[in-house]
């Protein structure tokens, strides 16, 4: 198997010009060697050291951002040895270690302001430095510490060239006397046993402008190469010069350990702590790398020491500590100088660059543990990179390797890495290449090497589980920086999954020659199922190995292998295309009804009561179901986009197929989130035992069977008592709704439904819009919310944004919501505001029937007068009248009528105007208003057919008012008849205050017309009249003759039959010819077959079709839910069902 190697993706980013010639200066001057680390905190900051220069820049874009030159006492200026990055009171800078002619100084350098805060002289040769604490006195933070290191402010480890290790009080807590490299304190006062009385001590130190520093080692002659704290176990370990290596407990400042790394006596350059995930006996562990000089051999050895401890606990601060130590001993052992690279030819020399560890610590929310729980890191890696100068090559090579602690566990802890595991597939060890890196940047030095944290992942499991190789840290992606003496250099290192799926992409159409070679690939990187990976590839055929490569492909989202297959194959005429084509289609097919078998099996106890939690294992597998569909949908798609001389049934079969896919799709989407909103699992106790939301089906179905019943009181036969919005939009959809909800026990048809399980049955209808179906489950939230008794709008927060819901829409919904739950004027609000969707005509009248029904006239008023909704039908003319009316708008009513009469509704709109007016007590305001001769007629033919006295004398004063003398006289001479059987003594007032109103009618008139009205008024007498039979009289002046009786025809009948037969004709060439576009539009906004179609081998077409409740209408829902009955089903559509739940 290659290697792996690094890609580029950056330039060389080069430092201020500045910045270099101040290093090439004191490197050429003053023959300084050139050294460099990244700070390897979060600060982003990379260090730069030649001579007395010292240049800090961003370890990003290589700008500068602080540089000082250090001055020494005398002529000879100091030489920067040491640099460790530290932070104290929110400031940030760098401890410095300065080499001088007569010795050390250690200085507090601050970044924000470019300059020494603090400088200590030191005696000898500084070698190493390590901060221990940057607080002090009665602290939380320091508490693990010594008690007398506790009354120091800022306590750092300084180790000199003689083995002296010294912890030195930097005396934070006074910063006023500012002191510089050339003023250091000059007397350090060193306490080699604890006194009893440090506060004291310490304070008559500092007075004399001293610093306290206690002996944690006394010199031995053996330089000290390295230092390093390990918070986590409260050691302070030493490296030395001769391979030799102390641990040092900090809170009893005691020696713990020293042992010796190897049989020679190598420097210890660098030491570095990496904890497991979850060592049950307390183990943590240690590396140390042993390395000589450049010019003095080529040996880098690397050790991993186990350190051992009787307790390990979990501080309240949330750091943990490890206690009792007991003992150290060393389990692996890497040589980077030779051994394992034994094809690469004789290393001259082996320089180590880096090392560092990561460590993730994943957070497990749905854990109820106890506070005090230890967590440990459930991803540990240990990097480090190293340069080999090859006999007989120019330049030098650039190794990164990962050493994952938690798999070399499960490795079962092997010594060290052999030669074959290195060559195959470690388990525990990856190696990457860094070789682009050298051949663009040539000859300029690495200095350093830094992996950034955050960019450590690994691809997407083909599976569930994922197979062993998919743990191998040689999955890994990262992205790497490299500090040159003249820049920095951004790259990215790949893993073996990543450069196999590059692979797959590049290959495409030419997969089918490559087909062994890429199912070796990705086998060895984990790609494919766990049950291949025992089988040997030589047992397979071409075909399994191609479906094994293709489902690698989808599972990772590689979908440019398939895509690109497709497109080609579709644009070549080779008779082999056809054949791939096929066979992708079924494979793609195959793998999607196994997929929602799949997903069935994990989704049933979901609904059925069985269990009360999910485990992440199920939401993973809930996840990938998911990933695979909606990758299997694109490649479904694609063959849609890309398909071309398809039949009619071919296309509806592929178009089924991908609505289908999707479909699919979209429902393990939406359950996985009702998974992470721990509304699944549906458990049978929900309301007894669990704390969360969940669907509290009765007490929301008794809330809106007696909202119905209420309305059907209100209603009092005059309203619509159908009118809850929820009830509205569940019809818009159709009777399969119903039908949906009527499956389950104790379903009513009606909403809620009984179960989260038919709820989200919806999204497996075809033939309902997206938006539709979102718009339902938001309600259904709001239920769920507000039957919560903590009322969080989290889950009204969160369904919109994981599905692109538009916030017009939620708005909408909620105002649908609030109205059906008699907040009306927070409704209102909600639906005038102007980001919320526009409501449509049937939500306009069913929004106005609630609040006539529930007696909201005014509010009903408010929202014609807001909204404005037109109006298409004579049942929604008649409604707006009736809330106009009931508001006593009389002139608007008018207008309004007036506005939207025809021939054929006019007596119907008048009619049910004069009804409200008579019923509202508006006849007299009604009188007033100008009538048209068809308005009068309907008015009178009204009045006429009511009885009553006050419908008559409304009538009478309608007649009097247009000067109808004549009728309202004749009105009145009837009215005196019928009063005659009436001894109502109020109905007789009343009828002398009309008589005499008329008899002044009467005398103002003329008395030609005062006789004739009167005359008129008088009722007829009509004489008795006998009838007789008489013959029918013979005319005198002509003869009679039978003809035979026959049709007459005249000339224009015969020419108007002659057009007409001109008219068929031209008709019917016109549909003969135009038959297959018509077919072509039908199927393209009713997608049904034709009858030829139909009975022709049973072809199928797509029955999908819009039927969003805010764009439709009940008519054309109706007839389309009446065509679709006579379709037959088509066997994709077979998927979009669920498995029988039993609880």
């Given at each position: 198997m290659r290697d792996l190697t690094a890609q580029v993706t950056s330039s060389l980013l080069q430092f201020p010009e500045v910045t270099v010639e101040a290093l090439g200066e004191a490197e050429t001057t003053l023959d300084s060697v050139l050294c460099g680390k990244f700070s390897g905190g979060r600060s982003g900051l990379a260090w730069l050291a030649c001579g007395p220069q010292l240049e800090v820049v961003n370890s990003v874009s290589g700008e500068r951002l602080s540089a000082y030159r250090f001055s020494g006492v005398n002529e000879q200026p100091p030489t920067v040895r040491v640099v460790k990055e530290f932070s104290w009171q929110k400031r940030t800078g760098l401890l410095v270690g300065l080499e001088e002619a007569e010795g050390s100084v250690l200085c507090l350098y601050d970044l924000g302001i470019s300059r020494v805060v603090k400088a200590i002289a030191l005696s000898g040769r500084v070698t190493a430095i390590e901060p221990i604490s940057n607080d002090g006195g009665a602290s939380v933070s320091t508490r693990h510490l010594h008690q007398s290191l506790r009354w120091l402010f800022g306590v750092a480890a300084v180790a000199t060239d003689v083995g002296h290790v010294l912890l030195v009080d930097l005396c934070l807590d006074d910063l006023s006397c500012s002191q510089n490299e050339v003023e250091a304190s000059v007397d350090l006062e060193v306490v080699t046993r604890i006194p009893a009385e440090v506060p004291q001590r310490r304070e008559a130190v500092t007075r004399q402008g001293r610093h306290l520093c206690f002996q944690l080692r006394s010199p031995s002659g053996t330089a000290v190469s390295t230092l390093c704290y390990i918070s986590r176990s409260n050691q302070l370990v030493v490296g030395f010069s001769d391979g030799y290596l102390s641990l040092g407990n900090m809170k009893t400042l005691k020696k713990a350990h020293y042992t010796q790394l190897g049989e020679r006596r190598i420097p210890v350059c660098d030491l570095t702590f990496q904890e497991p995930e979850n060592d049950l006996q307390n183990c943590c562990y240690l590396w140390a790398v042993q390395s000589t000089k450049q010019s003095e051999g080529n040996v880098v050895n690397l050790h991993l020491l186990q350190l051992a401890f009787g307790d390990k606990k979990c501080l309240a601060s949330g750091q943990v500590m490890y206690e009792g130590f007991t003992h150290c001993v060393k389990l692996f052992s890497l040589d980077l100088s030779g051994g394992i690279f034994p094809w690469r030819g004789q290393t001259s020399n082996t320089k180590f660059l880096s090392f560092q560890t990561i460590e993730k610590i994943r957070s497990h929310a749905d854990r109820e543990d106890s506070v005090n729980e230890v967590i440990s890191p459930d991803t540990s890696m240990s990097i480090f990179s190293w340069q080999v100068n090859t006999h007989g090559q120019e330049k030098?090579?650039?190794?990164?390797?990962?050493?994952?602690?938690?798999?070399?566990?499960?490795?079962q802890m092997p010594d060290s890495l052999r030669p074959e595991?290195?060559?195959?597939?470690?388990?525990?060890?990856?190696?990457?290449?860094?070789?682009?890196?050298?051949?663009?940047?040539?000859?300029?030095?690495?200095?350093?090497?830094?992996?950034?944290?955050?960019?450590?992942?690994?691809?997407?499991p083909p599976s569930y589980p994922p197979p062993e190789q998919f743990f191998n840290p040689s999955t890994y992606n990262f992205d790497v920086t490299c500090l040159l003496n003249s820049g920095v250099v951004h790259m990215t290192c790949t893993g073996f999954q990543k450069e196999t799926l590059k692979f797959l992409k590049k290959s495409g159409p030419l997969i089918s020659e490559a087909i062994r070679d890429s199912y070796t690939r990705c086998l060895v990187a984990g790609l494919l199922s766990p049950r291949l990976v025992d089988v040997q590839p030589s047992s397979l055929s071409q075909e399994e190995q191609l479906e094994a490569v293709l489902s690698a492909a989808v599972q990772t989202g590689s979908l440019e292998l398939l895509t690109g297959c497709i497109k080609h194959w579709t644009s070549e005429e080779q008779p082999s295309s056809a054949v791939n084509l096929r066979f992708v289609l079924e494979w793609t097919w195959n793998k999607v009804i196994c997929t929602k078998d799949e997903l069935d099996q994990i989704c049933v106890p979901l609904f059925d009561g069985s269990c009360n939690f999910i485990d992440p294992q199920t939401l993973q597998s809930l996840q990938h179901c998911q990933l695979l569909l909606s990758n299997l949908s694109t490649v479904l798609n694609c063959f849609l986009t890309e398909a071309r001389e398809l039949t009619e049934r071919g296309f509806s079969d592929l178009t089924n197929k991908q609505v289908v896919t999707s479909l699919i799709s979209l429902y393990a989407q939406v359950v996985i989130w009702f998974c992470r909103s721990s509304l699944l699992p549906e458990g049978l106790d929900d309301h007894m035992h669990l704390s969360r939301p969940f669907y509290n089906y009765p007490l929301i179905q008794s809330y809106y069977t007696g909202h119905r019943e209420k309305l059907e009181r209100l209603s009092r036969g005059k309203w619509d008592s159908d009118c809850l919005m929820i009830d509205g939009m569940v019809s818009q959809l159709g009777e399969q709704v119903e039908k949906l909800w009527q499956r389950d026990e104790g379903g009513t048809g009606k909403y809620p439904p009984v179960s989260l399980h038919a709820l989200l049955d919806l999204y497996f209808l075809e033939s309902i819009e997206e938006s539709d179906k979102h718009a339902i489950t938001i309600y259904l939230l709001l239920d769920i919310m507000h039957s919560f008794p903590n009322k969080t709008e989290t889950l009204l927060v969160s369904f919109p944004t994981a599905f692109a819901i538009p916030w017009g829409l939620v708005k909408l919904i909620r105002g649908f919501w609030l109205l059906d739950h008699d907040d009306y004027e927070n409704a209102l609000a909600l639906l005038f505001h102007p980001a919320t969707i526009k409501t449509v005509s049937w939500q306009h009248m069913r929004i106005i029937q609630s609040l006539m029904c529930q007696g909201e006239h005014r509010r009903a008023l408010r929202y014609i007068q807001m909204m404005k909704p037109s109006m298409s039908s004579s049942s929604e003319v008649r409604l707006l009248l009736t809330v106009l009316l009931s508001n006593r708008c009389m002139v608007e009513a008018w207008g309004l009528l007036q506005q939207h009469t025809t021939k054929l509704n006019i007596e119907e709109l008048l009619k049910h105007m004069y009804e409200i007016c008579q019923e509202m007590g508006l006849m007299e305001d009604l009188l007033k208003l100008p009538f048209t001769d068809t308005e009068k007629e309907c008015l009178e033919k009204f009045l006429q057919a009511k009885s009553g006295v006050q419908n008559h004398e409304f009538l009478l004063v309608h007649h009097l008012q247009r000067a109808n003398y004549i009728p309202a006289l004749q009105l009145n001479q009837s009215m005196k008849t019928c009063l005659m059987s009436n001894r109502d003594p109020r109905l007789r007032e009343r009828a002398v205050a009309r008589n005499s109103l008329l008899d002044q009618y009467i005398k103002i008139l003329p008395t030609v017309q005062r006789k004739l009205a009167v005359e008129r008024a008088k009722p007829y007498r009509l004489p008795s009249s006998v009838l007789r039979e008489v013959p029918r009289p013979k005319p005198l002046s002509t003869a009679t003759r039978q003809t035979n009786a026959g049709n007459v025809h005249i000339r224009t009948s015969f020419i108007s039959k002659v057009l007409s037969r001109f008219k068929e004709t031209w008709l019917g060439n016109k549909k003969s010819s135009f038959s297959e576009y018509n077919k072509l539009l039908d199927l393209v906004a009713h997608p049904v077959p034709s009858c030829s179609v139909a009975q022709d081998e049973n072809k199928q077409s797509p029955c999908r079709a819009s039927t969003s409740f805010v764009a439709s209408s009940p008519r054309s829902k109706t007839h389309r839910s009446s065509s679709q009955k006579n379709l037959p089903r088509p066997s994709e559509l077979n998927l979009l069902e669920t498995p029988l739940v039993v609880k």
């Open positions: 030098p090579s650039v190794y990164l390797g990962v050493f994952d602690i938690n798999r070399w566990y499960h490795a595991e290195f060559l195959h597939d470690c388990p525990y060890f990856a190696l990457w290449s860094l070789d682009p890196v050298i051949s663009m940047t040539s000859p300029n030095l690495i200095l350093d090497i830094l992996v950034h944290e955050r960019s450590l992942s690994r691809g997407v």
